[in-house]
């Protein structure tokens, strides 16, 4: 999943969950990113790390 701003990447993530479950919920990440995990509706993981600001 991709985007071109945090908006992206954060509203993407949600819509991915809907209907699944959120396992781990968008955070600062030791490497300057912001990174969860999540369940969709199908039951398929995701891994989402949206880009720092220097990325």
Known sequence: MGG???R???RGSARVAEGG???Q???AAPW???F???TDRFGI???VNI???GS
């Open 45 to 47: 993981g995701w891994l």
């Open 32 to 34: 300057g990113d912001e």
């Open 25 to 27: 919920p968008l955070e």
């Open 4 to 6: 071109t701003t945090r």
């Open 51 to 53: 880009a720092g600001a």
């Open 36 to 38: 969860g995990m999540l």
């Open 21 to 23: 479950e959120v396992r």
């Open 8 to 10: 992206h990447g954060h």
